[in-house]
């Protein structure tokens, strides 16, 4: 992997030549760890025109948490009387005879900034933007890997929820045993918070899981994904609870159902991001559903939950081959509840069978 990380500070560097930056400092920690391996706390990496350095607050923990470091990048653990590494980085860049350094604006604090500014008066700095970030939406077939074993590891802890016995038991002990087993299982933790929501909670984008308990009849809708090497999945499922489902929980069901498969179909390369989101929130829209609907019908996953590209209305831009997104359309209707459907999918080509399915728990409507 380090000849990985190598090219791919490599290409940053390459693009910071070519916009008139000798040097990248880069501070964001998912950015950090794309780059660099492992992103120890509070590590920052300077990149070019010299010798690539990591430079750390304290001596890594080794914890796996922080990834593992490319074994070709230099370190430097600065003594605690250094300050912040970022200020360091920049004198140091400052003393290689750079002239203009690129930082991520969007990630540093205004006293930050200024910060780095004083310690360096003649340093310009540049905004290096999302160039990070852009080059990370298209993953190699390693990071695929990873995020594949993340999205089986998740399959199986909500699989075996299934299984046990739900009624009666709260929303919160739901998300809580849900964690422990994503970690049973192999993750290094959840992708983020896990949602557990019943009754008139159910179909709610990012709810909080409370204190209700399931009760026979209820819809029940899971979301939640594991954090693996660093790499997060993410599969949200809805349930009846109990009992053969009421004849507005199979209309609505097929209906969510209906706008999930439209949007998975069209994730294709050269595909427009607005279009996929159209292809999901045409189909609610047509059917009473438009207002109250998601900002957005997915996302891109990898390092981070969410990440670009954004599959919504206004989005800019055009899908990749071999960009993992999320495809989670979802209505709910105050007071009854509702409808969550997600997977995590790879872009692929027709030619390779088009769009790869990550999470494969099944999205018939089970009544448990």
Known sequence: MSEVYGVRRGQLRDRCEATGSAAALVSRPANVRYLAGGAPSGAVLL??????????????????????????????????????????AAELARTEGVQTLAVEEHHLTVARHRALGSVAP???????????????IVKDEEEIALLRIAAEIADQALGELLESILVGRTERHLALELERRLVDHGADGPAFATSVATGPNSGRGGHRPSDRRVEEGD????CLGANYRGYRSEIGRTFVIGTTPADWQIELYDLVFAAQRGAREALAPGAAYRDVDRAARQILDGAGHGEGLAPLMGHGVGLEIDEDPQLAPAAMGKLDACVPVTVEPGVHLPGRGGVRIDDTLVVRQEADGGPELLTITTKELLAL
């Open 219 to 222: 819809f029940l809708s899971v």
């Open 47 to 88: 990149v070019g025109p010299g010798e690539d350095m990591l430079l750390c607050p304290r001596t890594p923990t080794g914890d796996p948490s922080e990834g593992r470091l490319d074994e070709a990048l230099r370190q430097t653990v600065l003594p605690t009387s250094a300050g912040d590494p970022a200020v360091a």
């Open 122 to 136: 003649r340093l310009r700095l540049a905004d290096l933007g999302l160039a990070v970030e852009q080059q990370r």
